[in-house]
């Protein structure tokens, strides 16, 4: 089908990925026929939209199940259940060779830049392999595109005859970025890309995601922990706790009227740096539920201030309290604050 300005319209307005009723799950124990018995509940019937263009952000704390969500979105593990729509295609039930010609649409950033790095291969062959695999390019194409490629993550192209171990872990990362850009994907999934990095070199390695993104019209799926970091970059936040999504709101809305007991307390423990601003910290009392032993209803009651003996009992439903704002608690309009 020919492109028209219609069709890209369409495009334009449909989200880019779409997650429905996702759910995956990881066997812990066996029996003695070697069939599992427990199991670790890692995402549970997680649903949410990414439009093109933006940077839709996972927040949570650890173990919560938002970096086995990107896996999934990505396709490096497969879902047990629902549905995940890329670029208009589904793409959850494709096998590993269906997936491959997908592969260079999604792209990926590490934690650790080291770890994703090859020691033993030089910078401008780390960026070209992406190139390699994907594309026709001659070597001497592949060249010139790893070395522009340096220089557009603010590395100089003479860089490109080192190997990963000379470099700092703010400039691995940026190889890492120069790495993913090669292959011009629309999804880039960043999987904690600043939380080995010192605070300023954060700052730094943000503002080029953020150039990156408005100079090659790039979709970001950006996973962290650091409310901090999330506010500076995102445009849409989805709160993770125990495998579910327990609220979803753009940026502004979660950050300025955050709906969910569990988004409030996580916000009043961000410091505000301001040491004459007083600031009432929340304490979430008892420990953090197993994965591998959800509790019934609400997942979040056994911690929550707000949980009556109908949160015990009964999942909450999805709400809706504004655009693009949902919050799943039985209790919206109340505050624990």
Not at 272 to 298: M, R, T, Y
Request: net charge negative; with cysteine.
């Amino acid at each position: 089908m020919p492109e028209t300005a219609e069709n890209r319209a369409s495009a334009a307005e449909r989200p880019l990925v779409s997650v429905k009723h996702l759910s995956k799950r990881f066997p812990v124990s066996k029996n003695f026929f070697g069939r599992p018995t427990k199991f670790v509940y890692a995402v549970n019937d997680v649903s949410f939209d990414i439009m093109p263009g933006e940077t839709f952000s996972i927040v949570g704390e650890s173990g919560c199940g938002k970096s086995t969500t990107s896996r999934l979105i990505n396709r490096l593990i497969a879902p047990d259940e629902g549905e995940i729509w890329f670029d208009g295609t589904d793409i959850s039930k494709l096998s590993a060779k269906e997936v491959q010609p997908l592969r260079a649409k999604m792209q990926m950033v590490f934690q650790d830049p080291y770890g994703s790095l090859n020691p033993r291969m030089k910078v401008q062959d780390l960026i070209a392999e992406p190139l390699l695999v994907h594309t026709k390019m001659s070597a001497g194409e592949r060249l010139k595109r790893a070395l522009d490629l340096l220089e557009v993550v603010g590395l100089s192209r003479a860089y490109g005859e080192r190997y990963p171990h000379e470099f700092s872990g703010g400039q691995r990362q940026r190889i890492g970025i120069a790495r993913a850009l090669s292959v011009n994907p629309k999804l880039i999934i960043a999987d904690e890309p600043v939380s080995a990095l010192d605070v300023s070199i954060q700052a730094q390695v943000l503002n080029l995601l953020r150039d990156l993104q408005e100079e090659y019209n790039l979709t970001y799926l950006f996973i962290s922990h650091d409310l901090a970091v999330v506010e500076m970059i995102s445009d849409v936040v989805a709160v993770m706790y125990l495998g579910h999504i327990v609220e979803i709101a753009p940026n502004e809305e979660l950050y300025g009227n955050p709906r969910h007991p569990y988004t409030q307390a996580l916000l009043s423990a961000v410091p505000v740096p301001d040491p004459d601003l007083k600031k009432e910290h929340v304490l979430l009392e008892g420990d953090l539920p197993s994965p591998s032993n959800i509790p019934s209803g609400c997942p979040f009651h056994t911690r929550c201030p707000l949980a009556t003996e109908k949160c015990s009992h009964e999942q909450p439903p999805v709400t809706m309290v504004g655009e693009r704002h949902m919050v799943q608690c039985h209790y919206p309009d109340k505050s624990i604050a």
